[in-house]
């Protein structure tokens, strides 16, 4: 059983490109969760999505951020006009159906923005 | 107040020792807690699950204080393996509180 997996590990992106962030759950899961880190930071909580619903995207910026999680394929999360800010690690979360509390992480992918 | 404190650390201790992690959560409501670790440049991942009545896998025990909104993490014996970041995670809903975490050195 695969676990969730992120592409591309690394993306390094210049002042005003997107950034086209993707994630696979594991199978099975049909819960996905975002979250930001920046260095020498705790993770914080971006969106929660089921297929084709966001259920929660109180933690996400309001502006030049937006996700999706499609009925197939990848959840994407995308970055408009990135900033030097918005350099950080993404990581992906998913969880089963019915069991919110238990999050299984991927790998991540770090965003650089020159 | 943030929604979930940890003491950054760095603790550093010797290989054997006994180490006391806390954690407080601001949110009387939550309903499950966690213990996640993380090594550098990783993802989070799940240590354990911190239940009511206590709970120990190993050399690792982990307490619940919900009138205090305090959680706890001991590692016994720890290893030069057992260095890492431990991450205290408090879920309100479908949201997952992280502190940010407290870094762990064990030393030879």
């Known amino acids: 059983n695969a676990g969730v997996m992120q592409n591309p590990r690394h993306l390094v992106r210049r002042r005003g490109q997107e950034a086209r962030l993707r994630c696979s759950p594991m199978?099975?899961?049909?819960?996905v969760y975002w979250y930001r880190q920046l260095p020498e930071e705790g993770l914080k909580f971006m969106v929660y999505?089921?297929?084709?619903?966001?259920?929660?995207e109180s933690g996400m910026p309001k502006e030049r951020f937006s996700a999706e999680f499609p009925k197939e394929g990848p959840s994407i999360l995308r970055i408009q006009q990135v900033v030097r800010g918005d350099s950080a690690a993404y990581f992906c979360a998913s969880s089963p159906l019915g069991q919110a509390y238990e999050q299984y992480f991927g790998p991540g992918t770090r965003l650089t923005v020159t | 107040r943030k929604e979930v404190e940890q003491d950054p650390g760095p603790f550093n201790v010797p290989e054997g020792a006994t180490v006391a992690f806390n954690c407080t959560y601001s949110n009387s409501a939550s309903q499950s807690f966690f213990w996640y670790r993380q090594d550098c440049r990783k993802e989070p991942k799940l240590l354990m699950s911190v239940y009511s009545s206590g709970n120990e896998d190993g050399r690792f025990t982990a307490q619940l204080n919900r009138a205090s909104q305090y959680i706890s993490l001991l590692i016994r014996d720890s290893k030069l393996s057992d260095s890492a970041t431990y991450l205290c995670?408090?879920?309100?809903?479908?949201?997952?509180?992280f502190g940010a975490g407290t870094r762990l050195t064990v030393k030879p």
């Open positions: 999505l089921q297929k084709e619903n966001i259920i929660d």
């Open positions: 995670v408090v879920r309100d809903n479908n949201d997952m509180r």
């Open positions: 199978k099975g899961h049909s819960h």
